[in-house]
């Protein structure tokens, strides 16, 4: 068991919503009236964010799923997935089964690693970070919550809403009486800014780890963030402002001269991963190994 530190690679962005987003919080007090399900927002400014447990879950869980999917044509590649079949344990109804669903969280069953040396083989532990029985491992991800943009924030404080009242009917089958509710949501066009930030501990898997961070955000912009995503909620998209490579040096130094940065510009996510290995050669070229 061993840990290194090479760097870190920063990226940083918006976030824009384009079609309403719910991202849920705990009403404090029940109105006549009101809304029955509120969106989560910062207690200091009163204005809806992005957490960045939220992130992360929805990037987590959706590449778990593509794992799954993949365990036959990848277990040489992550020699940790041999010991899985597809699956869930939810049938067996006791954790570490033999599939690769394994690991029980309150009603649904999610994936981790049991110990560090499977987790460092896993393409899903290694990346987000596992919670084992025998030993944990630390998550090379850094998810910050996202706030509002300056310019949202602007827009906001004249006078422009930055949520709105959604009413939603449920109707009986049976009686066809309706049950309306209210929820909130964030409209459409709002942006917010993110910063993920990835640890480079491994010489030959850094690569790796970023395609695999990069796969889950194309797979999050064709899914939904947040909730009631099947009825037209929480599409979104991520537009890169800066991606930079910042060395362990630079953290004793603070020299730019130790800051890489990575053209990606505003391409798609989906088109810097076409592009991966002439973006990343300058970073490549600064670690010394591929």
Known sequence: MDRHFYGKVVIRGRIKALTGLHIGAQRDVSE???IDNPVIK???????????????????????VFTNSKLDSWKKEYPALKNYLPGSCRDD???NCGRFFNKRINRGWIHV???????????????FGASGKESNFPSRLIVRDAFLTKDW?????????????KIEVGIDRVT??????????????AEFEFEIIYNVEDLNQWKDDIKNLLTAMALLEDSYLGGSGSRGYGKVKFIFETFEFRSADYYRTGWESEKTAIPVGEKP??????????????????????
Request: glycine share 12%.
């Open 32 to 34: 006549i009236g009101g």
């Open 42 to 64: 910062d207690p200091h400014t009163g204005l809806p964010y992005i957490p960045g447990s939220s992130l992360k879950g929805k990037l987590r869980s959706l590449f778990e």
């Open 93 to 95: 109804g006791k954790e």
């Open 113 to 127: 690693c049991p110990d560090y040396s499977s987790a460092i083989n896993c393409p899903v532990c290694r990346l």
């Open 153 to 165: 924030e602007e827009r906001w404080k004249a006078g422009e809403e930055v949520t709105e009242a």
């Open 176 to 189: 066809s009486q309706a049950n309306p509710r209210t929820n909130e949501r964030v409209v459409a066009g």
């Open 269 to 290: 996510v989906i088109d810097v991963l076409k592009d991966f290995d002439g973006l990343f050669s300058g970073v490549e070229k600064k670690l010394g190994a591929g």
